[in-house]
C-alpha cells in the first residue's frame, strides 16, 4: 500500500468573474479561482495525493503552469490522465479523502456532487471517495473569503504481476 498527500491553494478571481468549480462540480454564488487551468483546488489536491502515492511527483510536473496545452482546460481531464498514469504504473486507487477549506460559499449541498464527479472520472465506487468541508475560522486569506484551499489523501495498491 501507498499513501500520497495533496495540498492546493487558489484566490478567487477579481474582478469576479465566471463560476467557481469544485470537484469539477459548478457552485453558484462564488467566482471561479485564479488558475492556469480551471482552478478547480480540490482536484488539484487529489491529483497530488495521487502522484505522491505513486512516487509520480507532483502537478507542476506534468502539467506545467504556463503550458499552452493545458490552458484553462478542465481539471477533470487532468485527473484521468492522472489516474491512467497511475494504473499504467502498476497501481490501483483505494480510496480517496478530501476536505475544502473555504469561508465562502457554503459547501455543504454540493458536496455529494463532488464526491460523485471525482468518482467518476477515477473509475470508483462513490464510497470510495470522500469530500469534506470546513471554514478556516475567518483567519488569514481564506478566512476572509479570498481564497478556497484543499487537502487530500490517496490510498494506492500495488497491483501483483
Same mark, same amino acid.
Not at 14 to 36: I, K, M, Y
Given at each position: 500500500?501507498?499513501?500520497?498527500?495533496?495540498?492546493?491553494?487558489?484566490?478567487?478571481?477579481?474582478?469576479?468573474?465566471?463560476?467557481?468549480?469544485?470537484?469539477?462540480?459548478?457552485?453558484?454564488?462564488? /467566482?471561479? $479561482?485564479? %488558475? +492556469?487551468?480551471?482552478?478547480?483546488?480540490?482536484?488539484? #489536491?487529489?491529483?497530488?495525493? =495521487?502522484?505522491?502515492?505513486?512516487?509520480?511527483?507532483?502537478?507542476?510536473?506534468?502539467?506545467?503552469?504556463?503550458?499552452?496545452?493545458?490552458?484553462?482546460?478542465?481539471?477533470?481531464?487532468?485527473?484521468?490522465?492522472?489516474?491512467?498514469?497511475?494504473?499504467?504504473?502498476?497501481?490501483?486507487?483505494?480510496?480517496?479523502?478530501?476536505?475544502?477549506?473555504?469561508?465562502? /460559499?457554503? $459547501?455543504? %449541498? +454540493?458536496?455529494?456532487?463532488?464526491?460523485?464527479?471525482? #468518482?467518476?472520472?477515477?473509475? =470508483?465506487?462513490?464510497?470510495?471517495?470522500?469530500?469534506?468541508?470546513?471554514?478556516?475560522?475567518?483567519?488569514?486569506?481564506?478566512?476572509?473569503?479570498?481564497?478556497?484551499?484543499?487537502?487530500?489523501?490517496?490510498?494506492?495498491?500495488?497491483?501483483?504481476?
Amino acid at each position: 500500500m501507498r499513501v500520497g498527500t495533496g495540498y492546493d491553494l487558489h484566490r478567487f478571481r477579481e474582478p469576479a468573474e465566471g463560476t467557481l468549480r469544485l470537484g469539477g462540480v459548478e457552485v453558484p454564488g462564488a /467566482p471561479s $479561482l485564479e %488558475g +492556469h487551468s480551471d482552478g478547480d483546488a480540490l482536484i488539484h #489536491a487529489i491529483i497530488d495525493a =495521487l502522484l505522491g502515492a505513486a512516487g509520480e511527483g507532483d502537478i507542476g510536473r506534468h502539467f506545467p503552469p504556463g503550458e499552452a496545452a493545458t490552458r484553462g482546460i478542465d481539471s477533470r481531464e487532468l485527473l484521468k490522465r492522472v489516474q491512467r498514469l497511475v494504473v499504467a504504473r502498476g497501481f490501483s486507487i483505494e480510496n480517496v479523502d478530501a476536505t475544502v477549506i473555504a469561508e465562502r /460559499p457554503r $459547501l455543504g %449541498g +454540493h458536496i455529494e456532487a463532488m464526491r460523485e464527479s471525482i #468518482a467518476v472520472v477515477l473509475g =470508483l465506487p462513490p464510497g470510495r471517495v470522500n469530500v469534506k468541508a470546513t471554514t478556516n475560522e475567518r483567519v488569514g486569506d481564506i478566512g476572509a473569503g479570498l481564497a478556497i484551499a484543499a487537502m487530500a489523501v490517496a490510498l494506492l495498491e500495488e497491483d501483483v504481476p
